[in-house]
C-alpha cells in the first residue's frame, strides 16, 4: 500500500515538471510572436516581469503560513544584484538574440549553460571534473560548430552572440544562488524577489527609452499574459511542487526537454526550417545536456530564466 502511494507521488512530480518544463519552454516562440507586433523586448520585459512578480507574490500571500518570506537587508542587497543587474542582463540579452536568429537555435545555443557552469567549476574554482562531462563539453561544441558552420543556413553572428551571453550571464545567476545567505531563501521567495527586481528595472528603463504602453495591441497583451503566468509564475510555481515531490535532479532532467519544445514549436508555427547538419548539431547539444544534467546538483533554487 505504501509503495502504491510513492509510485502516484512520483508521477505527480514527473507531470509537474513536465508541465513546468512546457510553460518555460514556449518563452522564445511567444515572444517571437510579440515581436511581429512591433515591441521592443524591454517592453515585453516589463509588463512580463511585473505581471508575474504579482502573481507570485499574491500566491506567497495566500501561503504565507507555511513560506517563510521574510529577508534580511544583506538578503535583499544580494536579490537585488540577483534580480535588477544579472537576471535583467540575462534576459535582455536573451530575449534580443531571438530577434535575430531562429528559435530553434537560439534555444540550444542557450541551453549549453550547463556546460559554462561546468567549465566554471573547472577553470575558476578548480574542481576536478568527471570523464563524462569533459566528453559532454566536447560534443557540446561540435554541435554548436555544425550548427554555425553548416555552409547552408547563414546564422546572425550578432544574435548568436547575444545568445552566448545569455547562457553565459544564466550560469554566473545560478553559480550566485550558491551564497549562502541566498541558499537560505524560500525558491518562491527568491523568485518573487528576482521578478520583482527585474521588471522594476526594465521599467525605468523603458520610460527612459520612452516606450508606449498605449499601443500595445490585443493579441500582444494576450501573449504576454500568457508568458507571464504560463511561462514565469505558473511554471515556477508547479516547478517547486514537483522538485519537493521528485527532487532537483530528475527534475532538472525532465527539465532538458524544454529546448525541444522550443524547437518544435517555431518549426510548427513560425515557419522556422532545420537542415540535417543543424539536427545532428541540435541532438549532440541535447545528448550533452542530458550528460550534464545527469549529474547531481545542488541549483535547485533556479525555478525561473
Not at 536579490?79 to 536568429?101: H, S
Not at 518562491?188 to 527612459?208: D, E, H, P, Q
Not at 546538483?297 to 533556479?302: G, M, R
Amino acid at each position: 500500500m505504501k509503495k502504491g502511494i510513492t509510485m502516484t507521488t512520483d508521477k505527480k512530480g514527473i507531470l509537474l515538471s513536465l508541465i513546468a518544463a512546457a510553460g518555460f519552454g514556449v518563452a522564445a516562440p511567444l515572444s517571437k510572436f510579440i515581436y511581429d507586433f512591433g515591441l521592443s523586448p524591454n517592453l515585453m520585459l516589463t509588463l512580463r516581469f511585473l505581471m508575474a512578480s504579482v502573481i507570485l507574490w499574491s500566491y506567497i500571500y495566500l501561503k504565507r503560513k507555511k513560506i517563510k518570506y521574510k529577508v534580511t537587508k544583506k538578503q535583499l542587497g544580494l536579490l537585488f544584484l540577483l534580480g535588477g543587474i544579472i537576471y535583467v542582463a540575462t534576459t535582455a540579452f536573451y530575449f534580443t538574440g531571438v530577434k535575430y536568429i531562429p528559435v530553434s537555435i537560439h534555444v540550444m545555443i542557450f541551453y549549453t549553460y550547463p556546460l559554462i557552469v561546468n567549465g566554471f567549476t573547472v577553470f575558476v574554482f578548480k574542481d576536478k571534473i568527471p570523464t563524462k562531462q569533459i566528453f559532454a563539453m566536447f560534443i557540446s561544441f561540435l554541435g554548436l560548430i555544425l550548427i554555425a558552420f553548416n555552409g547552408v543556413f547563414t546564422i546572425n553572428y550578432l544574435g548568436m552572440s547575444f545568445s552566448l551571453f545569455a547562457a553565459l550571464g544564466y550560469s554566473i545567476y545560478l553559480m550566485t544562488l550558491n551564497i549562502k545567505s541566498i541558499e537560505e531563501i524560500n525558491s518562491l521567495v527568491l523568485a518573487a524577489y528576482t521578478n520583482t527586481f527585474s521588471g522594476l528595472v526594465f521599467f525605468l528603463y523603458s520610460f527612459i527609452k520612452r516606450d508606449s504602453y498605449l499601443n500595445v495591441p490585443l493579441p500582444a497583451w494576450l501573449a504576454i499574459g500568457a508568458m507571464a503566468t504560463v511561462s514565469t509564475a505558473v511554471a515556477i510555481i508547479v516547478l517547486k511542487k514537483g522538485i519537493q515531490m521528485i527532487g532537483p535532479a530528475k527534475a532538472s532532467i525532465i527539465g532538458t526537454f524544454e529546448p525541444l519544445e522550443g524547437i518544435v514549436l517555431s518549426v510548427l508555427f513560425l515557419g522556422e526550417t532545420l537542415n540535417l547538419n543543424q539536427i545532428i548539431g541540435i541532438i549532440l547539444i541535447i545528448f550533452a545536456i542530458i550528460l550534464v544534467q545527469s549529474q547531481k546538483t545542488t541549483l535547485n533554487k533556479a525555478v525561473t530564466y
